[in-house]
């Protein structure tokens, strides 16, 4: 992200819910009620042109497809993690992420949305559009992680190391070091309570170094116009392993067949998904969980 801006990247992945979220209720992946009321309008009506025609879709086969799954996935997941009981959801790199408003029974927990202030600041400005004033279960978190921790803005806004919570990490892992990947986990893992998960998107690092692909060259050509580079990935079919090394357990692995097979049937079954991406989901390895 460049100083001073808002994430360009997270007005585009509202860009894209709102207009999955324009598709008929049988047909649409996933909904989400206040992205179209995040993104300007001129921008909804002519990205919808692109992708409706067929044009993005050739440049980038598959990549709106995952990110509508991604959504639809995450969602499920949180809603199975709600009907458990849940104390806390942390939302990393929060972006334009809206679950926090609609979702049922979200209510009930605290929410913490964490996020680069700028991001966070222009979120406020045009959530407010629309809901006014914000849940007193969400707290706004705002953290410059160059001169900040994860550790210390949670734990000074309310957060509970006790409370059995789900962290949502969506679309963040790709932009971080290893270093920043392993020290978030290690928060996690360390400083959550017994039943507490994760959830996140990842690459293969081999899709990542393989720029012959057109939409992996197309990742390349936006990031230099966002500033938001490409830095991390795991082998394709080390997800276990590199969970269980640090201090995960019950780990799950979404890959592309399994998207397919859950959402892209009927009316979708002809919508093409792209290859090298997955989601893992785990839990605290921790007695009692």
Same mark, same amino acid.
């Given at each position: 992200?460049?100083?001073r801006?808002?994430?360009?990247?997270?007005?585009?992945m509202?860009l894209?819910?709102?207009?999955?979220s324009?598709?008929?209720?049988?047909?649409?992946?996933?909904y989400?009620?206040?992205?179209r009321?995040?993104v300007? *309008?001129?921008? &909804?009506?002519?990205?919808?042109?692109?992708?409706d025609?067929?044009?993005?879709?050739?440049?980038?086969? *598959?990549?709106?497809? &995952?990110?509508?799954?991604r959504?639809? /996935?995450? #969602?499920?997941?949180?809603?199975?993690?709600?009907?458990?009981?849940?104390?806390?959801?942390?939302?990393? *790199?929060a972006? &334009?992420d809206?679950?926090a /408003?609609?979702m049922? $029974?979200?209510?009930?927990?605290?929410? &913490?949305?964490?996020d680069?202030?700028?991001t966070?600041?222009?979120?406020?400005k045009?959530?407010?559009?629309?809901?006014?004033?914000?849940?007193?279960?969400?707290?706004?978190?705002?953290?410059?992680?160059?001169?900040?921790?994860? $550790?210390?803005?949670?734990?000074?806004?309310g /957060?509970?190391?006790?409370?059995?919570? =789900?962290?949502?990490?969506?679309g @963040?892992? @790709?932009?971080?070091?290893?270093?920043?990947?392993?020290?978030? =986990?290690?928060?996690?893992?360390?400083?959550?309570?017994?039943g507490?998960?994760?959830?996140? #998107?990842?690459?293969?690092?081999?899709?990542?170094?393989?720029?012959?692909?057109?939409?992996v060259k =197309?990742?390349?050509?936006?990031?230099?116009?966002?500033?938001?580079? /490409?830095?991390?990935?795991?082998?394709e079919?080390?997800v276990?392993?590199? =969970?269980?090394?640090? $201090?995960?357990?019950?780990?799950?692995?979404?890959?592309?067949?399994?998207?397919k097979?859950?959402?892209f049937?009927?009316?979708n079954?002809?919508?093409?998904?792209?290859?090298?991406?997955?989601?893992?989901?785990?839990?605290?390895?921790?007695? $009692?969980?």
């Amino acid at each position: 992200m460049k100083k001073r801006q808002s994430s360009t990247t997270a007005e585009g992945m509202a860009l894209l819910r709102a207009i999955e979220s324009a598709r008929p209720e049988g047909v649409r992946i996933c909904y989400d009620p206040y992205a179209r009321a995040l993104v300007p *309008g001129i921008s &909804f009506t002519l990205s919808k042109l692109v992708i409706d025609s067929g044009i993005y879709s050739r440049s980038a086969p *598959g990549a709106v497809e &995952f990110i509508t799954a991604r959504e639809r /996935y995450i #969602d499920d997941f949180l809603k199975a993690c709600l009907a458990e009981s849940l104390d806390q959801v942390v939302i990393l *790199g929060a972006g &334009f992420d809206t679950r926090a /408003y609609h979702m049922a $029974g979200i209510e009930k927990t605290r929410v &913490f949305e964490i996020d680069h202030p700028d991001t966070q600041a222009e979120k406020l400005k045009r959530l407010k559009k629309v809901i006014d004033p914000i849940p007193g279960h969400v707290t706004f978190v705002p953290v410059d992680f160059n001169t900040q921790t994860l $550790g210390e803005r949670l734990q000074s806004s309310g /957060y509970s190391e006790q409370g059995k919570t =789900l962290f949502i990490w969506q679309g @963040v892992t @790709v932009y971080l070091t290893k270093e920043g990947v392993d020290s978030t =986990l290690a928060f996690i893992a360390n400083h959550s309570g017994p039943g507490s998960a994760v959830i996140f #998107d990842y690459f293969y690092n081999e899709t990542l170094r393989d720029t012959s692909r057109p939409e992996v060259k =197309l990742m390349w050509r936006a990031a230099k116009v966002t500033g938001e580079g /490409y830095l991390f990935g795991i082998d394709e079919g080390q997800v276990e392993p590199f =969970l269980s090394q640090r $201090g995960f357990r019950d780990i799950r692995n979404a890959t592309i067949d399994e998207l397919k097979r859950l959402y892209f049937t009927g009316p979708n079954a002809r919508r093409v998904l792209p290859s090298g991406v997955a989601i893992a989901s785990a839990r605290v390895n921790k007695a $009692g969980a």
